[in-house]
């Protein structure tokens, strides 16, 4: 039988419940489900823990990432004052920079506080250097220069005292001088044939005429000693007096002559010997040194070839003329 408003079949013959019926009974069991439904809150809030539990892992993962950058920052750092504290290094070689801190290492027992004060002082301490250096650049002579030159086989051993005798020639007067500010002495200043001439590597020089086939020209000198001073004046002479054969031809050999004191200091005359163009020639020549105040003792050297043994006499003159500057 069919239901007059929904055109259905009726539930009275059949005993089937209608559809409406049915909804209506879920629709009444819907206070069960309804009272079901809230378990799922229990669901939701796990969810809602995790996403908690992953912002404070991700927090986590922030500080730790924090922590890495800070000691990937401090290796960095560290290894950056290694490279610049072993390119600094080089620069510890020079001697200034070496002798600030061994000028800092006597102070032993300063606190912490202090070291930064020594270490602040330091280049303070490496221009005090230099005036440590002063007195070792005066070496004291150990002998070891008066053996090389007595090893020379141009230079013979020291002579016994010998004073210089008359030479050849003529005497020649002159009341003028020349004042040799630099080496701190004053000697004669012979007119013609003699004239000044240029003087370095001197402080004075005066020369005769060239004379072909001499080997060298003849000369009068005055200079501070070329050399260095020996524990006596008659050694510092016998090393200036080898130096000396520098103005002479090759392969000169000295023979001497005389070896006296003068008044402060020494006098060595020698004959030199050489060969011009295969000619055997020889040379008078003398060195007088002369002690001078505070500075290197002063040389007067002078030599004449016998192409000109006429004014060996000058020799003798020269000689006897050499006193302190600007005393007569």
């Known amino acids: 039988m069919l239901d007059g408003l929904g055109g259905t079949q009726g539930t009275r013959g059949t005993g089937v419940a209608p559809a409406r019926t049915a909804a209506e009974a879920e629709t009444s069991a819907s206070p069960e489900a309804v009272a079901a439904t809230p378990p799922r809150a229990p669901s939701d809030s796990p969810v809602k823990r995790s996403r908690i539990g992953d912002l404070r892992m991700r927090v986590v993962y922030r500080i730790l990432a924090g922590v890495v950058a800070v000691a990937a ?28 801190p061994s000028a800092a290492a006597p102070s032993p027992g300063p606190t912490s506080a202090s070291s ?11 221009p005090s250097a230099p005036p440590s250096s002063g007195p070792s650049s005066a070496p004291t002579p150990d002998g070891s220069a008066v053996t090389a030159a007595l090893a020379d086989p141009r230079v013979p051993g020291l002579p016994p005292d010998k004073r210089l005798g008359r030479l050849p020639g003529k005497p020649y007067p002159s009341k003028r001088r020349v004042q040799d500010e630099k080496s701190g002495v004053s000697l004669i200043r012979f ?34 000693v070329p050399t260095l001073p020996q524990a006596t004046m008659k050694e510092t002479a016998l090393l200036a007096a080898r130096w000396t054969l520098n103005h002479h031809p090759g392969g000169a050999r000295i023979s ?54 006429d004014r060996w006499r000058d020799i003798n003159t020269a000689m006897s003329s050499v006193r302190p500057a600007h005393a007569r």
């Open 73 to 100: 920052i401090a290796v960095a750092a560290v290894i950056g004052l290694v490279s610049s504290g072993s390119a600094e290094q080089p620069g510890e070689d020079a001697p200034g920079q070496i002798a600030a």
């Open 191 to 224: 007119g013609k044939p003699w004239k000044p001439y240029g003087a370095s590597p001197f402080a004075t020089k005066q020369v005769l005429p060239p004379v072909k086939g001499a080997g060298h020209r003849a000369m009068l000198v005055s200079c501070p």
């Open 256 to 309: 001497w002559t005389a070896s006296q004191p003068v008044k402060d200091g020494w006098l060595l005359a020698y004959r030199v010997k050489y060969t011009v163009k295969g000619k055997a020639r020889s040379s008078m020549a003398a060195v007088a040194l002369t002690e001078v105040p505070g500075t290197k003792p002063a040389m007067v050297f002078v030599t004449i070839p016998d192409s000109q043994r």
């Open 116 to 126: 930064p004060a020594s270490s602040s002082a330091a280049p303070s301490g490496s």
